[in-house]
């Protein structure tokens, strides 16, 4: 059996309020820095819903309208709006660095306002082709949606990458590490008998991987209790086949699978995870959130289970503090199982495109299996200057399997030289290995960014 969850989105402010960190190439990092250009806002510093909020001004500019929409914080899009924002970066490098990445990087987003309802956004951008890890696994349009709402629902159909609700480090069950792949999503309010209403989101995706047709789906409920307390819960399923896939967008995807699994298919063609999420407000900024993963479980034999089938789950653990003005400190801890077939994410044994990935890259958390991490970031904001530091610690869980361990350090200091453009200074040094020597590598670069 496998389980996973994400949790809460933009479908209404509630959901804004219990911490969704949209994609990475998502339209809103424009647009905030558009409506308020500040050291971290031009740099595209990750952000939850919520502080994107508490960022965009209240007035009558476009793109904080537009932004706000998209957020559930604003009843229209302003009338025939259009926008087109451009963006420049450059980088420079010392000659004896080893932390080198492009030269340059461009970001084009349009955005249009088709009707008071109807939002048509567009990115292109070389930015994830020429860095990280497979760049070629990317194109030049990582974004293009089309959003209408009516009513209560949103509905969604277009291109781009995906993030559900969990850590600044990753999403557990679905995560913008990815490529884009094409998809349609439905949000809208649903009341449950003697549980209340609860805000529902699914989508749907079908991509080509290996020269075979890949079926990539999931749904979520969230629901606030209180002004403090929001639960989620998520299930998902990565398919190499969808008989009758009508049924599998009207039913839970774990009793389709045991209504469709049967002795031609065997049981390497549905991969199955769910989450848990749970996410304590103490105040409007300050966030303490856990998320449980569910991959492979010894389920009872009463329903199904086997007592050979091993435990693959995962954990994610953190708070989001601001222990001060325009400081924020951001700690995560991460644990995933590890197997004799890999452990979360993985195979178990069957095709490898049966893995929870695509083109070499998480389709959930980043962390892959057996492992265990630390992730923390620390940042403060004073007028035109930024100041962060970001550390991630990997080590094995069991330390007889394969799994990469050592630290990842990031140290930054940002200047606004205008209202459009701001350069840094940035460290990075690594040390990683898996089964060899220790792979080290430490560099400075210079990072400008233009804005038009």
Not at 12 to 24: D, F, N, T, Y
Not at 157 to 166: D, K
Not at 303 to 313: E, L, Q
């Amino acid at each position: 059996m496998k389980l996973w969850s994400a949790v809460a989105s933009a479908t209404l402010i509630s959901m804004c309020a219990a911490q969704q960190p949209p994609s990475r190439d998502d339209p809103l990092y424009d647009y905030c820095a558009h409506a308020t250009p500040t050291p971290s806002t031009l740099l595209r510093t990750p952000r939850s819903a919520d502080e994107f909020l508490r960022l965009l001004p209240n007035d009558l500019n476009t793109s904080a309208q537009i932004a706000r929409w998209k957020l559930h914080d604003a009843p229209s899009l302003p009338p025939q709006a259009t926008m087109l924002i451009m963006e420049l970066q450059v980088f420079a490098f010392p000659d004896r660095s080893d932390w080198r990445t492009a030269e340059a990087t461009y970001r084009v987003t349009g955005a249009w306002a088709i009707n008071p309802q109807t939002l048509l956004e567009v990115v292109w951008s070389d930015a994830r082709r020429r860095a990280g890890d497979n760049p070629s696994a990317f194109d030049t349009v990582p974004y293009a949606m089309l959003t209408l709402r009516a009513g209560a629902t949103r509905w969604r159909i277009g291109y781009s990458t995906l993030r559900w609700l969990g850590g600044y480090s990753g999403g557990m069950l679905v995560n913008d590490e990815m490529p884009p792949v094409p998809h349609a999503a439905v949000q809208f309010p649903v009341r449950i008998p003697l549980l209340g209403e609860w805000q529902f989101e699914q989508f749907l995706s079908q991509f080509e991987q290996d020269d075979a047709y890949t079926w990539w789906g999931a749904r979520r409920l969230e629901r606030d209790f209180g002004a403090q307390w929001t639960l989620a819960l998520a299930e998902a399923f990565k398919a190499l086949q969808l008989p009758e896939g009508v049924v599998s967008q009207l039913v839970p995807y774990y009793l389709y699978q045991k209504w469709y699994s049967d002795s031609r298919r065997g049981s390497g063609w549905f991969n199955y995870l769910a989450e848990v999420g749970i996410v304590y407000k103490p105040d409007s900024q300050n966030r303490l959130y856990l998320f449980w993963l569910m991959d492979d479980l010894r389920a009872p034999t009463a329903f199904g289970g086997s007592s050979i089938t091993p435990r693959k789950v995962a954990t994610l653990i953190g708070a989001r503090l601001q222990p001060a003005p325009n400081t924020r400190l951001i700690f995560e801890l991460v644990r995933s199982d590890g197997t004799p077939t890999g452990g979360v994410y993985d195979s178990s044994g069957h095709a490898p495109r049966y893995a929870y990935s695509y083109k070499d890259l998480p389709m959930g958390h980043p962390i892959g299996a057996n492992r265990i991490g630390f992730y923390a970031r620390a940042e403060h904001e004073a007028g035109r200057w930024l100041y962060a530091v970001d550390y991630a610690n990997l080590r094995r869980f069991h330390q007889y399997r394969p799994g990469v361990r050592g630290y990842v350090l990031g140290i930054m200091v940002g200047y606004q030289v205008s209202e459009r453009g701001v350069i840094s200074l940035q460290y990075r040094a690594s040390r990683l290995r898996d089964a060899g020597a220790p792979v080290a590598q430490a560099g400075w670069y210079l990072q400008a960014v233009a804005r038009f």
